[in-house]
C-alpha cells in the first residue's frame, strides 16, 4: 500500500464516528496496540523535544526504505495512538516519499487541534524528524551499514 | 456554619458581565477553569479600553492637549486606585511594569545589582514559579550571590523552621511567593518577612496569585517590594505594578532608559527623574493601565471579602467532589488555600486528562505550571490543575467531575 493509501484507510475508519470523544477513544486504542519500542531505543537522544509527554522516536535504513520505531511514555495514551499512526503511514516506506508525503490524514481526521507542539507532545516535531531523517537518505541503500537518527 | 456573605453576590448576574463565559467549545457549554493563568475580563474593563481609544488616546505626561491631559489625568488615577489597593503609603512608590515577571526582574537587576555583592545570600522557596528563581539566578551568576531554597512539607507548606535555619546575617535578600500557582497555598509572607527583617534582607513578594483572592496590605505585611500582574485580577494583559518603598526606590538606579525617566538629558549627562516615572521609560501600556482602575473598581463593588468566601465555597465544594473520584489525588493540601485544585490521577498523563476535558468544554491547564522543581518534590512532571473564579458555580464542578470519570473511563 501506498502512503496515500494507507492515509485513505485510515480516514475511512475515523470517518465512522462524529463525535471527537469517540475520535479520541479510537486513537487511545489504536496506541495500546503499538508494540513496546525496544528499551535500547528509548535514549535521550531519541527524545522528541515535546511540551508534555516523552516520544522517543527511532529511524534506521533498511534498503532503501526507512523504517521506524517510535513509543511514548506508558501514560501518555493519546500520543502513543498519534505516534502509531504515523508509524503505520510512513514507516517501512521509501525514504523520498516520506520526505515528499502530503500528510494530509491529519486535517481530514480532524486531528489538527491535537497535532500542535504543545498539546500532542511535539508531534509536528515527530513528522519533521522523520521526513528530516528520510530527505537525507534519499537516494542511498544501506542494505548492511545501519544508519541511525 | 455556611457565611451567608457569598449569597450576597449574584453569581448569574456576574456571569453575564463576562461575555466570553457564554459559548460554546467543542459541542459544549464552556467551563473555564483556567483562571490562575488567567481570568476573564468584565464588561466595565473592556468598556473601558473601547472608550479609550474612542474618546482620549494620546501619549501621556508631555502633551498639553486636551486629550492627552485626559488620557494623563486617567492614567495616574489608576496609580492611586492601586496605591489604594495595596494600602501603599505613598503613591509614587507605585511603578508600572509589564506584569509580574517584569517586576521582579526590575528589582533583580536594580536593587540586586547595586546593592547585592559576592558572598550573599538570596533565599527563594520549593513552590516559585520560575519568574521568582531566574532572576536570582542570573544575578547569582554575574555577583556570586549564593542562592538558598525554603523547602516544604508534603502538604504544600513551607517549613518555618528550615527556612529560620536558612536566615543569618549573610541573607540579603528573600523573595517568596505569597501565593502559590501550582499548588494554592497562602504562605505567611508576614511572619516570612518579620522574620527576614530581624537579619537585616530586604523582601519581594510575588502577589501574581493572590492579588485577586485576598486582601493585601503592604504597610501591615511591612513588604519592601510586591509585584502582581493586571491580567490576573480582571485586568488587561501585559500591564503589572511593582510596589516598593520609597527610600528604596530613591536609591536604586533606573533599569531601561528613555523619555519619561529623565530630568535633563544632555550628552555629556543626563539626570533621572523623581519616582516613580524613573522606572518607567518609554510610552507605557497606557489603554490597559487605565483599564485596571475598571478592573479594580468592579471588585471592589463585589467586594473582596465576598468574593474570597464564595471562591473558598468553591474550593471545599471541588476538593470534596474531586475527592471521592478512585484514583485521584489533590497536590498541595494546605489549610490555608485559595481556589486552586491541583491533581494527578493514577496512570493518567495530566496532557491526556487536559485534551479530553477539552474536547468537553472544560479548559484547564496541564504541565508544570512553571513550576519545575517544584514538581520534582512531589516527583512528578506535572499536574492538571483546575483554578476558580468569582464567575464559576457549583454546576461547573460537576460539570469538571463528570468530565473526569469520561477520562477515565476512556484511559483505563
Known sequence: MTINEKQDEIIEDFDLFDDQLDKTQYIIDIGKKLPPMPAQFQTDENLIRGCQSKVWLHAEMRGDTVHFEADSEPTAQISKG??????????????????????????????????????????????????????????????AERSTI | METATHEILDIEAIRRDFPILDQVVNGRQLVYFDNAATTQKPLPVLNALTRYYEGYNANIHRGIHTLAEKATSAFEASRRAIQQFLNAAHVEEIIFTYGTTDGINLVAQTYGRRFLKEGDEIIISTMEHHSNIVPWQMLCEEKGCVLKVIPIDDEGDLILEEYEKLLSERTKFVSVVHVSNALGTINPVKILIEKAHAVGAKVLIDGAQASSHIDIDVQALDADFYVFSAHKLYGPTGMGVLYGKRNLLDAMPPWRGGGEMIKEVTFEKTTYNDLPYKFEAGTPNIADVIAVYAALDYIDTLGKKNVAAYEHSLLEYATEALGSIDGLRIIGQSAEKISVVSFVLDGIHHQDTGVILDQQGIAVRTGHHCTQPLMRRFNLTGTTRASFAVYNTKEEIDRLVQGLLRVKKMML
Do not use: C, P, W
Not at chain 1, 499512526?85 to 491529519?106: G, H, M, P, V, W
Open chain 1, 82 to 143: 498519534l505516534v502509531s499512526l504515523l508509524i503505520r503511514i510512513l514507516s517501512d516506506e521509501k525514504a523520498e516519499d516520506i520526505a515528499n508525503a502530503n500528510l494530509y490524514f491529519i486535517d481530514r481526521i480532524g486531528l489538527s487541534t491535537l497535532v500542535t507542539s504543545r498539546r500532542a507532545g511535539g508531534l509536528a516535531s515527530m513528522i519533521q524528524q522523520m521526513k528530516q531523517f528520510s530527505a537525507a537518505h534519499i537516494g542511498t541503500n544501506q542494505a
